[in-house]
């Protein structure tokens, strides 16, 4: 069992920088594919960003490619999400995500969530 918990989420205003980290309590953490997914007001959760256990491997959609970059600390049991040139269609709650296995971007093939963390983007 690994429980996730994301933090940083805040209002920020277009063009401007925010991240956002998640902690997890696991003693394998290395094992786990980390990812970042996140939901709009009214719309289906969607694949952000992912990492590999290693952290050598990284996957992004293509709505943030560019302006984000995920990171993970395997030492300190984090994973993070930084997010630059923010736009308002960012706003969402992002969620931390993991899984054994492969850098899947399918919301299903992750087995362990957190509860999320909103981020609001004015325009």
């Known amino acids: 069992q690994v429980q996730l918990v994301e933090s940083g989420g805040g209002l920020v205003q277009a063009g401007d920088s925010l991240s956002v980290s998640c902690a997890a309590s696991?003693?394998?953490?290395?094992?786990?594919?980390m990812a970042w997914f996140r939901q709009a007001p009214g719309k289906e959760r969607e694949f952000v960003a992912v990492?590999?256990?290693?952290?050598?491997?990284?996957n992004y959609a293509d709505s943030v490619k560019g302006r984000f970059t995920i990171s993970r600390d395997n030492t300190a049991n984090m994973v993070s999400l930084q997010m630059n040139s923010l736009k308002p269609e960012d706003t969402a709650v992002y969620y931390c995500?993991?899984?054994?296995?492969?850098?899947?971007?399918?919301?299903?093939?992750?087995?362990?969530w957190g509860q999320g963390t909103q981020v609001t983007v004015s325009s």
């Open positions: 696991t003693r394998t953490f290395s094992v786990y594919v």
């Open positions: 990492i590999s256990g290693g952290g050598r491997t990284t």
């Open positions: 995500a993991a899984r054994v296995g492969g850098t899947s971007t399918s919301t299903q093939s992750f087995t362990y």
